[in-house]
């Protein structure tokens, strides 16, 4: 059971940013599973085995993300990160990066969890606008429901040149290259308790509905042809 992460958590991650190199992480390895890394799964583990319980969300799957860098993608940067993340997503064939994902991330500045794309597809955003064109009603209910409360907000980067023109609730969304909706906070005491799993639990049962939209675009014909 998660019992909360602690100022050894912090430090630990300051310490990694600071000192990104193999022997300062060896030297302080025991630090990193302790404090960081297996509070994470246990956080991750607990969270998801809830949500499954209360959801049975078809083909869901939880990943904990490790701190090793991918050495051939360093770029200049030391082999560590200073900063973890867990995900709840539905495998494809197609990379994580373009699903829609549940995710809780730590790093040293803060925390911050919420669903989203880290880097949708042109197609399916070009999938999303389609929808959203043919069908404005069911999408602007969710919007609606965001507008109505003041955990999460949209975030993402908009195209340069716009995509379309639409009006109302639906603007914000509609020339988005990829979006999110997330709740960030500065390191605060809820880290360390077990109220951390509920808060998150409270999130994410809000979301549920974005994500079982945004999950059936893919089924959709692409509306280039």
């Keep these: 059971m998660f019992q909360g992460f602690s100022d050894a958590t912090v430090d630990f991650m300051w310490g990694i940013r600071f000192n990104n190199e193999r022997a300062w992480f060896e030297a302080h390895k025991a630090e990193y599973l302790e404090h960081f890394y297996n509070p ?6 607990e969270v998801y085995d809830r949500f499954q319980a209360e959801h049975q969300v078809p083909g869901l799957c939880c990943k904990v993300s490790r701190i090793y860098r991918d050495a051939r993608r360093l770029h200049g940067r030391g082999p560590y990160k200073d900063h973890l993340w867990w995900s709840m997503e ?10 829609p994902v549940f995710w809780f ?10 669903l989203g794309y880290y880097s949708a597809t042109p197609l399916t955003m070009a999938k999303f606008r389609a929808r959203l064109d043919r069908d404005p009603g069911t999408f602007e209910a969710l919007a609606r429901s965001l507008r109505r409360q003041d955990t999460f907000r949209l975030t993402g980067e908009d195209y340069k040149r716009p995509k379309g023109d639409i009006s109302g609730l639906l603007a914000p969304w509609y020339n988005k290259r990829r979006f999110s909706l ?6 605060d005491p809820l880290l360390n308790s077990h109220d951390l799993v509920d808060t998150l ?6 979301l549920l509905p974005f994500f079982q939209y945004l999950s059936t675009l893919e089924s959709d014909p692409d509306p280039r042809d």
Excluded: N, Q, V
Aim: net charge negative.
């Design 182 to 187: 997330e709740c960030d906070h500065e390191i």
């Design 201 to 206: 639990l409270d999130g994410y049962r809000f």
């Design 40 to 45: 994470m799964k246990e956080l991750a583990r």
């Design 105 to 114: 991330e730590l790093e040293p500045e803060g925390w911050s969890y919420g």
């Design 90 to 99: 539905r495998p494809t064939d197609e990379p994580f990066s373009t699903r």
